[in-house]
């Protein structure tokens, strides 16, 4: 049912060439921490303007003027733009997930007759600086009408609820079931049916560094570059092209230092329209830096959804249905994810476990406020959420330990590859390997998970409850069916690996790197890594859904081998000796044992005609499953309602580790945002829609106060079957199921079931009751 | 309206005329073109426009460029002995993977700095209490307590190329 | 997130300070640590036509015992404060207050006057210089007034200084002996606002009875209060739980603190209760020597 392949054997131990598995320091970092890095904020072009934009304070409204007059007579003012200056058919496609009507949804890159949440760009203004541009901001007059805001998706689905988007039938931007199995005669069959109703706050990515772009407009060439892009490069070209009515080759994008990604950062947004736009208008090379204020309001929301969830249960444990009624707040418009969310949560919500039957109704909802896009582990944070908060409360009805009733339910290890009978974009969701009760067994020694137990148990004094809580969850990795890479090494003996993937700060120049040196031979520190610029890699699918390590780390494996072999067969002809008794090195190519024969690079690329160059294309139509097991103690104060988490462990399986190191980063930094969304960040917005969580007072991102140590075991007993590396993307699993793993253990603490989050000291406080 | 300013950055005395209401961040960044300090919320949140004003870190968000007039600035640029060469910290966060996207880097090195000179063996706790002013969206923070627990280490052993470098 | 344009001037001694703000004291703001002032500016909430930036005048900043009272300039930074011996013997209330004040980088630079002049109900000193009847010495190019914390404290965000005056010291009284003091707050983040919190001060005479109690509440009201009913409660107490208790439950009694994404008002009360009652257990402990 899934192509399965081989795993390919490393040329070299890993240890002489730090390459796959082995924990190789990394190479981006000396230009970081030196503060010599180039990230878009300290790019700079001659002649450059800068633009500030305009957003919309009201969350519903009419525009009926708009007077730029004192703004342009403003000194060092170049221009203002408004909705009405830009061809008025343009609208942002969606990338991912489109479903049949969600295109009525789409969002103009600046608004012309009516804004639908606040932040939505109204105006730009093009000045000197960053400081005119702002003075002449408050200058430029709009006039609005207000209009009735709908802010709750429950409200939004109502018949007579305000329509948002003129021409649609109702509310919802897309609708559409999945399921397997006789969901009726399941909850018919059952001993214990619980019903219940679970959500998850608004919150979203929010990387330190916040969007940016410089656009320049080569009018004698026709041509257009933009830098700053991330994630997705090649992909936005496209869109850009297609939205100008231009051949991609005339548009460059640019990938500078990128601040973190987390899925919302490099999606095309409407600045991804109207920076370029303002460059070709102004024949001025424009930067926009986004501030902090345009930040939490325009980059994409995440994660808000509604559960009416139920399970049916056999007396003994054993899971017999599942049922869904899933709503996704999607904010004011479809942006490029689609129905990739909810879609998403949809179709990894029956997780590890074996379900005879499950029915999943989902709709997306627009509503006034910030439109929603993807947030490391998308849909999965949330459906972990739902699901493991879920069969807790059925452990605590049927009087079976929660660890106990997951493992009566986990799949065997003799099911895979296992059809999980849901779809996701097409898909059929094919588990393509996992043991699960394995890795159940080792975090639970691992963490000691009977010691967090005999804790729990322990008498305290005062206020204070103590709580274990765990979650088990399938993660998923390596979407967007190919990736790129070349290979090439010269007379220097340099290796230069030229990669479509994208890098957001994890690391990836270092482990495509590992890669190359493990199946080229030569030490990775001698490699480099260049990605990101569309002038420079023909192709590529980017950065996301962890897919680097997968496809882009495939690809390269094959560029990589093409290479050796090359290299190999001339060298082995110019020393007389057999390609497997030869070994590749610095200078050259040396015989294994007498290293005094040998033949230099130059010379070797001389017999080539020229440097050595290899391309690998990877595709694999499926993804890979890692899969993982949170743990986590807390100690609850009952008068304050605070939440000190003593503890916190993960437990991975992703396959194969690359860099062991890197891995245990990604899980740490992502156990961080989990962290986050479950007990501190919310974008919360009062009754006309003004967002009340507008600055870092208010959007509470995790100090190093709020993170304790994370535990972490990662293993590698499931390697990943769809590529020759064995690798699944690990990038995710980190975040996944925090938010389960914290509410359950809250929920062990107060003895009250935990139904939504974020797990804030005031509806701490709600839950145990009693205000004084 | 400008006003005419002096100030030493990195051992450098430099001069410019700026608008007063030009924050020091963006003077160090687009005047000096210091680029290694990093705005990343403006309002005195995130730490990642921490520099040192006369061996003491604040934000430069939350400062006038005219206020820095006769006062010693050090930013990132000047942590490291030279461009070859790694500050003990900056090795230390390189070797222990203290870093993912490197933008909040900058701002804790110098935050960090300021700590091992005064407090030259802190707790693990002494830590994380001074770097509770600096966002890190990446690592998880874990990762950057344990290199500057090892910096710590290695220049008691090593003796301390730190406590030279300026005093408060 | 730019600042409007404003004039600029930096004056060197209190009197060049004074006599400017005699003339433009209507359009100008007082520049201290500008930890509060420079986020509004940056985001247009605070447009000042003149900023008197008071960090070039010498002299204002001083940590003193003078007689009986404590001296401290105006422009001492929370730093200085927070490494101050002086206080952390005589004063500790006021060492452990410091501690809240947001992260490192902003105790660098904030300073007592800049947050007392800010009179934010949910910051630290405002507070704690409540609980401990502190005064203000305030100075314009008039002359010279010293105000109690009841008089100076006006509103949320909103002193009783005029235009053209400047606070230029805090005097706080020496505690008497047997005294012990405690400051708790509560806040979703370390180094965050508190969401509510107690100043508390509880002196006993030398048979263990309490002489005296001074509790002041964060972020219970628009300006820091006094709980009056719970003070007297304890006057007279030997401290003991029940009445650290119902002192507690009296502190709050009809407080009506405002309500925002991170505490509605019951939830604030129950904080409020909560600190209070913390508070006062340990400063009894200390006050009786535990």
């Known amino acids: 049912m899934i192509p399965l392949v081989e795993l390919v054997p490393d040329v070299e131990p890993p240890t002489e060439v730090m390459g796959i598995g082995t924990s190789a320091p990394r190479l981006e970092d000396r230009p970081l921490v030196q503060g010599r890095g180039c990230f878009v904020g300290d790019f700079k072009r001659p002649g450059m303007l800068h633009a500030a934009i305009i957003r919309s304070p009201y969350a519903h409204a009419r525009i009926t003027g708009i007077e730029v007059s004192a703004a342009m007579a403003l000194e060092g003012v170049h221009d203002v733009v408004v909705g009405a200056d830009l061809p008025s058919d343009t609208l942002i496609p969606m990338r991912q997930f489109r479903v049949p009507g969600a295109e009525l949804f789409l969002q103009s890159p600046m608004a012309r007759d009516v804004v639908r949440y606040s932040g939505e760009p109204v ?6 600086s960053r400081y005119i541009a702002e003075d002449a901001a408050e200058l430029v007059e709009i006039d609005f009408e207000e209009l009735p805001v709908v802010l709750d998706a429950e409200v939004a689905l ?12 109702s509310n919802v931007a897309g609708d559409m079931v999945i399921g397997h199995g006789d969901v009726d005669q399941a909850f018919a069959s059952a001993d214990l049916v619980l019903e219940e109703v679970l959500r998850i706050q608004r919150h979203a990515a929010v990387p330190l560094e916040t969007r940016g772009l410089v656009a320049e407009f080569d009018e004698a060439e026709g041509s257009l570059t933009v830098w700053g892009a991330a994630k997705i490069p090649h992909v936005n070209k496209g869109i850009l092209a297609r939205l100008l009515g231009w051949e991609e080759r005339r548009i460059r994008l640019v990938e500078l230092h990128v601040g973190g990604g987390f ?20 024949k001025r090379p424009i930067a926009w830096i986004e501030d902090r204020d345009e930040n939490l309001r325009a980059m994409n929301h995440s994660r808000e959804q509604i559960h009416h969830v139920s399970v049916a249960v056999r007396a003994d444990g054993k899971f017999l249905g599942l049922k869904d009624e899933l709503i996704c707040d999607t904010g004011g418009y479809i942006r490029t994810h689609g129905m990739t969310v909810p879609a998403m949560a949809a179709a990894m919500m029956p997780g590890p476990y074996e379900w005879p039957a499950y029915h999943c109704h989902v709709q997306s909802v627009v509503t006034n406020k910030t439109p929603a896009g993807t947030y490391r582990s998308p849909g999965r944070y949330e459906a972990n959420f739902v699901r493991e908060r879920l069969l807790d409360m059925v452990a605590h009805r049927l009087g079976i330990d929660p660890v106990e009733l997951r493992r009566r339910n986990l799949l065997a290890e003799d099911v895979f590859p296992y059809d999980a009978g849901t779809t996701y974009d097409g898909h059929d969701v094919i588990f393509d390997s996992g043991k699960y009760e394995l890795l159940l067994d080792k975090s639970i020694e691992c963490f000691d998970v009977d010691a ?14 103590r709580g274990v809580g765990m979650a088990f969850f399938v993660e998923k990795a390596g979407p967007a069916v190919k990736e790129y890479a070349r290979v090439e090494v010269g007379a220097t003996g340099e290796v230069v690996v030229f990669s479509g993937t994208a890098s957001v700060g994890q690391g990836v120049e270092t482990v495509l790197a590992q890669v190359c040196a493990s199946h080229l031979g030569i030490p990775y520190e001698r490699i480099s890594v260049k990605h990101g610029d569309t002038a420079v890699i023909p192709e590529g699918m980017g950065a996301f859904g962890s897919r680097a390590a997968m496809l882009g780390g495939a690809a390269v494996m094959l560029a990589a081998r093409d290479v050796r072999e090359h290299v190999l067969k001339l060298a082995s002809d110019e020393l007389e000796a057999a390609p497997e008794d030869l070994k590749l090195a610095a200078g050259g190519v040396v015989v294994r044992g007498s290293e005094s024969k040998r033949v230099a690079w130059s010379r070797l690329v001389e017999l080539n005609g020229g440097t050595f160059k290899e391309e690998g294309r990877y595709s694999c ?23 000190e988490i003593k503890k916190y462990a993960v437990g991975y399986d992703v396959g194969r580790c690359i860099n062991p190191m890197l891995i245990r980063g990604q899980i740490t930094g992502g156990a961080a945002q989990g962290i986050g969304g479950a007990l501190y960040e919310e974008f919360a917005f009062d009754p006309n829609g003004q967002p009340l969580a507008a600055s870092f007072m208010d959007y509470l991102l995790p100090t190093v106060q709020e993170v304790p140590k994370i535990d972490i075991l990662v293993t590698e007993d499931a390697p990943c079957p769809l590529n020759p590396l064995g690798v699944k993307g690990a990038g995710e699993g980190g975040t996944a199921a925090v938010g389960a793993a914290l509410a359950n253990a809250v929920s062990d603490a107060l003895g009250v079931e935990v139904t939504a989050l974020p797990l804030s000291p005031e509806r701490i406080a709600q839950l145990i009751g009693g205000n004084q | 309206m400008t006003v005419d300013i002096s100030l030493e950055v990195n051992g450098s005395r430099v001069q410019g005329s700026v608008e007063p209401r030009l924050l020091l961040a963006d003077f160090l960044r687009d005047e000096l073109g210091l680029t290694g300090t990093h705005v990343g919320c403006e309002h005195g949140v995130c730490g990642a426009c921490t520099i040192q004003l006369d061996g003491e ?4 968000c939350l400062m006038f460029a005219v206020q820095a007039r006769g006062h010693r600035v050090e930013t990132v640029e000047g942590l490291a002995p030279s461009p070859e060469e790694l500050h003990p910290l900056q090795q230390a966060f390189h070797e222990h993977h203290a870093l993912q996207c490197g933008f909040c880097t900058p701002g804790i090195l110098m935050t960090m700095e300021a700590l091992l000179r005064v407090t030259p063996a802190p707790t693990p706790e002494q830590v994380r209490t001074a770097l509770s002013g600096n966002l890190c969206r990446c690592t998880g923070y874990q990762n950057i307590v344990t290199a500057v627990l090892e910096t710590a280490r290695r220049l008691e052993r090593d003796g301390s190329p730190v406590e030279q470098a300026s005093a408060p | 997130m730019k600042p409007a344009e404003f004039e600029y001037v930096a004056p060197a001694t209190v009197e060049e300070a004074l006599s400017y703000l005699g003339e433009h004291g209507d359009e100008s703001k007082l520049l201290a640590g500008g930890q509060s002032l420079v986020p509004m500016m940056n985001f247009r909430l605070a447009r000042p036509e003149r900023l008197v930036d008071l960090n070039g005048i010498a002299g204002l900043s001083y940590i003193e015992h003078r007689d009986s009272h404590l001296a401290i300039g105006a422009m001492t930074r929370h730093r200085a404060l927070e490494h101050s011996d002086l206080l952390a013997a005589g004063w500790p209330l006021i060492t452990e207050a410091v501690g809240w004040i947001g992260h490192q980088q902003i105790r660098n630079r904030g300073t007592i006057g800049g947050s007392v002049a800010h009179a934010d109900p949910a910051a630290e000193l405002p507070v704690t210089l409540t609980a401990l009847d502190a005064r203000f010495r305030v100075r314009s190019h008039r002359g010279e007034r010293t105000l109690a914390c009841a008089d100076f404290f006006a509103s949320s965000f909103m002193t009783t200084l005029e235009p053209d005056e400047m606070l230029v010291e805090v005097e706080v009284p020496a505690l008497p002996e047997r005294s012990g003091s405690s400051f708790m707050e509560f806040a979703r983040r370390h180094g965050d606002f508190g969401l509510g919190g107690a100043a508390v001060v509880l002196t006993t005479d030398g048979s263990g009875a309490c002489s005296q109690a001074r509790i002041a509440l964060l972020a219970a009201a628009p300006v820091p209060v006094r709980a009056g009913a719970a003070e007297d409660l304890l006057v007279g107490s030997s401290l003991d739980d029940a009445t650290l208790s119902a002192a507690a439950d009296a502190a709050v009694e009809g407080l009506s603190p405002s309500g925002d994404i991170h505490g509605g008002t019951a939830y604030r009360l129950r904080l409020l209760r909560t600190m209070t009652h913390r508070a006062l257990t340990t400063a009894a402990r200390r006050s009786l020597g535990e």
């Open chain 1, 263 to 282: 899925g919302a950062r490099g999606e095309f947004y409407p600045e991804d329209y109207l920076i370029p736009f303002c460059a070709m208008r102004c």
């Open chain 1, 123 to 128: 105006a730009v203004v093009i000045a000197d």
């Open chain 1, 621 to 643: 139509e499926f993804l890979g499953y890692p899969y993982g097991v949170h743990f986590a103690a807390v100690e609850v104060d009952t008068e304050t309602g605070g939440i």
């Open chain 1, 158 to 169: 109502a018949a007579d609820a305000p329509r948002l988007h003129q021409g649609t039938p």
């Open chain 1, 452 to 465: 967090m137990r005999r804790w729990r148990d322990e008498p305290v004094q005062g206020p204070l409850r």
């Open chain 2, 57 to 60: 870190p604040v934000r430069s």
